[in-house]
């Protein structure tokens, strides 16, 4: 997977950008507001998504980490393609997200989308931010598992991921650390 390019921009257009790097030109698509922040011969980091699908591998490039992963769980929702879910990832985080879409907001980036698709959205949206929620309520930076593997050098994204794979009912700090090492060490 490729998490970022750096390089400079060399090329854009309404969609996308070319980003050099290494002698090498990536075609990275970018959100129309992305797009707006973006200068050709700046050098710059760009998060990307890979999509590869039966005919096709295009990147998908976001300005801030934050955009990205929220890519990620708009990709999760059925119906909402690649091309949507870039646009929609611009709010930066589901509940920004649903706050703009229960407001009835005029979304641009959500043209061509009708009234239900985005009801849809905003009720799988809804289910995603609760499980997001109860999974960092799960994880405390005060949570001894988590400051034990801390100290075992592992990042803390790492670490999160893992303990949110481990059944809320494992209450034992010792099981629980013994349980996310062998998630780790996959």
């Known amino acids: ?3 970022f390019i750096f390089g400079e921009i060399l090329y854009k257009d309404d969609k996308k950008i070319v980003v050099d790097r290494g002698g090498m030109g990536f075609e990275i698509f970018l959100s129309a ?19 590869v699908g039966e005919k096709v591998m295009e990147l998908y490039g ?29 709010f930066g985080t589901p509940e920004k997200l649903k706050e703009s879409l229960e407001k009835g907001e005029n979304i ?14 905003l009720l799988e949206l809804t289910g995603k931010i ?3 929620n109860k999974k960092d309520k799960n994880i405390g ?7 034990a593997l801390l100290g075992l050098g592992f990042n803390k994204k790492e670490i999160i991921n893992a303990l949110s794979e481990l059944p ?3 209450k034992q700090s010792e099981q629980r650390i013994k349980e996310a090492l ?5």
């Open 1 to 3: 997977m490729i998490n």
């Open 33 to 51: 507001n992305s797009l707006e922040k973006v200068t050709i011969g700046e050098e710059r980091q760009i998060y990307t998504y890979l999509l």
């Open 62 to 90: 976001f300005l801030t980490e934050k955009e990205s992963e929220f890519f990620r769980i708009l990709k999760t929702i059925s119906g909402v393609g690649p091309k949507t879910a870039l646009n929609l990832a611009v």
């Open 182 to 186: 062998k998630i780790l060490g996959k």
């Open 130 to 132: 609760e499980e997001i």
């Open 168 to 170: 809320v009912e494992m």
């Open 108 to 121: 641009p980036e959500t043209k061509g989308l009708g009234a239900k698709k985005l009801q849809k959205i």
């Open 141 to 147: 930076k005060k949570d001894e598992v988590f400051e």
